[in-house]
């Protein structure tokens, strides 16, 4: 089997963020991720690139992308004091994008951090 | 944490000769953390590797990580505070009675010891877990264990850096605070930021029931909170976005399913000691970034009449909008 290699990948499962993992993938999976601790290998061999999940669900039913971001849009306009909370697992670009929503709503905006 | 006494993981590595772990298991958390940063490695300070580092693990209970560590102190579940505040005071040779030592689970003469390795180390740190953290004290722990490290400093270098866990927690208190001056706990509803935990850290809104809905990304509360927090959520439209169905989406109105960060989305994590990583995601994902799909939810909003009564055109936003 011909692998891609993705070579210093960084590894966002824990604090550490390493960021010299030799990832070994064939576009769909990844098979080997080189110096990657225990749990790093287990967050990187555990995704993949099939499509495992619905892309949206509303009240349970599978519904295009464009309608779950406009009922998004319309629960959170429609609240008094809407939360927003989490972006560990997530990007600083989402992470802004995050803050944006929070002061856009007049909403209440929070991370693990105060656990 | 505004004045915190702290460095890169790299000084660390570098040049720290004495390590405390504090409430943490990085044998077990962190696996990398020895091997990478903090006693493992050589360096053209202390090029003995482990031979020139002492590492001092203090903990409940004995976890994985005290075989790696030169000495074990088990401290009193819940006596972390008064154990920090008796070295504070050691470190200034004030005088601290028998019986307080004596309440943390240690002895006169093993606190002594400890005072004496961190005042003779030439650059001593101190990570501290979520067993200081997260535990009785809280917050209050986490700033005694920042101020004895401020205070070290009288003596030699010494500095505090929490370990943190969840990728990229790190991140959300870095752009909070750059975004809104304050890294978490915040509340816009008065149109511009403020700050308070406790009255708008989350837990806290949802036991109460104070929020009407909730946005949860790169989280799941449905697990790890609080029932009546879980119930809360349950009540009220919750919007989740995450690479996988959650406990949260099992309860939540809306799921989207978006691209993990890493793997296959691109962007920027920050490490425990604040330093950005670009990310190289190695998968194509069949679903949109958290990125592109919050931005959507934002233009949508922003089509909307603006919250207040009135339904105006939305002054000032606090937030910038440039793009990273």
Known sequence: ?115 | MGGKVTCTLGEVKQRADFIIYWGGNPAECHPRHFTKYTIMQKSKFLPRGRKDRTMVLVDIRETKSAKAADIFLQVRPGKDFELITILRALIKDQPVRDEDIAETGLDRAAVEDLVRRMKGAKFGCMFFGMGLSMTRGKHMNSAALLTLAAEMNAFTKFVAMPMRGHGNVTGADVIMRWQTGYPFGISFNRGYPRYNPGEFSTVDVLVRGDCDAAFIIGADPGATMPQPAIDHLARIPTIVLDPHITHTSRLARVHITTAPQGISAPGTAYRMDELPMPLSPALKSPYPTDEEVVRRINEAIAKKPFWLPDGGPSPHQWTSQVNL
């Not at chain 1, 999940?53 to 008094?80: K, Q």
């Not at chain 1, 939360?83 to 905006?109: F, R, W």
């Open chain 1, 1 to 115: 089997m011909n692998l891609e290699v993705i070579e210093n990948a960084t590894c966002t499962f824990c604090g550490c963020v390493c960021d010299d993992i030799d990832l070994h993938h064939d576009g769909v999976r990844i098979h080997k991720a080189e110096r990657a601790c225990v749990l790093g290998t287990a967050w990187f061999l555990n995704h993949t690139a099939e499509k495992k999940y619905p892309v949206a669900l509303v009240d349970g039913e599978e519904v295009s992308l464009d309608v779950a971001i406009e009922t998004a849009a319309t629960l959170l306009h429609a609240a008094d004091m809407p939360l927003v909370y989490g972006m560990s697992n997530t990007t600083c670009e989402a992470q802004k994008e995050c803050v944006a929503l929070a002061d856009l709503l007049g909403g209440l905006l929070d991370s693990h951090t105060s656990l």
